[in-house]
């Protein structure tokens, strides 16, 4: 062996472990022997490592127990869609959810999550406000002819789904609990009425998933 | 002839049959089990990390590609449950650190009460005075490998008791051959000045630590 190759015990140090697990290349297992075979001290070291490891090795087993049927339940309980068969590769398909599409009325807000019903939020509002302004030009009318004119009924206007009338519409018709259901009547007038005239900017309409309902100011 | 692990792996994804997974968990639960019970240091937390293992092995199957071994592949998940159940124990403790005290650790001490610990779990002999001898020696060299950083522990755990090469534990811990070396060289270096004063000079490679 050239002297170039020669280890000092420092480059030794570093070789010491790999060599110990038989996991450095045979040039440099060369190289180690060769110093060792000169170096008491690269010995010593060499022995402690080897102590130490079987200190680690000679920690007893720890004895375990079966866990298969436990990890199938648990798999089972959080996705049982993913146990069944399938064709391909992916076990897990992606749950494409679908809203029903009847012909029955959907609510003008709605938090369902499918497309069609997302177009509905956006646009629900604006067309709510419209007819939350026309409702409230209407009432207005309404009231100032009130003392002449029959009462005519915003429910005609907002003839959109019919709701539970809120707490203050159902407060404020007082003592006609069977009232309680159209979402915007005769309780709107009857509320501005106990306002008071004059104090229109108090009422306001507004709306919710249920349609067009009195709110006070 | 048993068939290989990846050729189960086949044959669950063609068929999800439960049974077939089932054999994957039984070859390899004990080992993840021994790999997270020393790293961690507590039964439960070694249970709940080797179930946890199997549910994202099967959740990961399909990502799961035929050019790495399913072995590298599953012990590399549980490494990375365990290093996950570490971090969490870490902020709990909120930069509470465990005092260990050589001198003490052949008594039940606080850390352990309440819990099952490797050495609880540990073989027994007939002699109850040799198994407090071996008692206090697992101990010793338990909490001394408790001392040192997660990364060097964990190598020594997955090389010197699980034998795993340098190569599959460079794919296990997601590093280089050469970082696997460094911390092993430098975790040994590290345990041997922990264990250095339980060291005599006529103890053997067999018994390495004498009864103080």
């Known amino acids: 062996m050239q002297d170039q190759d020669k280890l000092d015990c420092n480059q030794a140090a570093e070789m010491l472990d790999a060599f110990h697990d038989m996991e450095l290349e045979m040039a440099d297992v060369e190289r180690v022997e060769a110093h060792l075979a000169d170096c008491p001290a690269c010995r010593r070291e060499l022995e402690a490592i080897a102590k130490v490891v079987a200190s680690l090795k000679a920690l007893p087993e720890v004895p375990t127990r079966d866990f298969a049927d436990a990890i199938e339940a648990r798999i089972l309980s959080q996705s049982p869609a993913a146990i069944s068969p399938s064709d391909s590769h992916s076990e897990v398909q992606p749950e494409v959810v679908t809203a029903p599409v009847t012909g029955q009325s959907r609510p003008a807000l709605s938090l369902v999550s499918n497309k069609d019903n997302v177009r509905s939020i956006t646009t629900a509002p604006r067309r709510s406000r419209l007819l939350a302004v026309a409702a409230a030009a209407v009432l207005l ?77 | 002839m048993e068939p290989t692990d990846e050729e189960l792996v086949e044959k ?82 909120d930069h509470q650190t465990i005092a260990f005290d050589p001198q003490s650790a052949a008594g039940e001490d606080a850390s352990s009460e309440g819990r099952d610990t490797v050495f609880q779990l540990a073989a027994s002999t007939p002699d109850p005075a040799q198994t407090m001898d071996m008692r206090e020696q697992f101990e010793i060299v338990q ?70």
């Open chain 1, 141 to 217: 009318v309404g009231v100032l002819a009130m003392s002449a004119l029959a009462p005519k009924s915003p429910s005609e206007i907002a003839s959109v789904p019919v709701a539970p009338v809120s707490d203050i519409q159902t407060a404020s018709s007082s003592g006609s609990s069977e009232k309680s259901i159209s979402p915007l009547s005769e309780d709107v007038v009857a509320l501005y009425d106990e306002e008071g005239g004059n104090n229109v900017s108090d009422v306001g309409i507004s709306t919710n998933e249920d349609g067009l309902y009195a709110i006070k100011m």
């Open chain 2, 143 to 212: 909490e001394s490998l408790n001392q040192l950083p997660e990364s060097q522990k964990v190598v020594l755990i997955l090389h010197d008791m699980q034998d795993f090469s340098y190569q599959e534990i460079s794919e296990i811990v997601g590093t280089s051959i050469g970082t696997v070396r460094s911390r092993l060289h430098y975790g040994r270096l590290k345990l041997k000045e922990l264990l250095a004063p339980y060291f005599s000079d006529s103890s053997s490679l067999n018994s390495p630590l004498t009864a103080r």
């Open chain 2, 12 to 93: 669950f994804r063609a068929t999800a049959d439960m049974g077939i997974f089932k054999i994957l968990v039984r070859r390899y639960q004990s080992r993840i089990f021994a790999i997270a019970l020393r790293t961690l240091g507590n039964n439960e937390e070694a249970e709940e990390a080797v179930q946890e293992t199997f549910v994202k092995v099967h959740q990961n199957l399909p990502k799961y590609r035929k050019n790495a071994l399913f072995s590298s592949w599953l012990f590399r998940i549980a490494y990375n449950q365990c290093m996950d159940t570490l971090r969490m124990k870490q902020r709990r403790l």
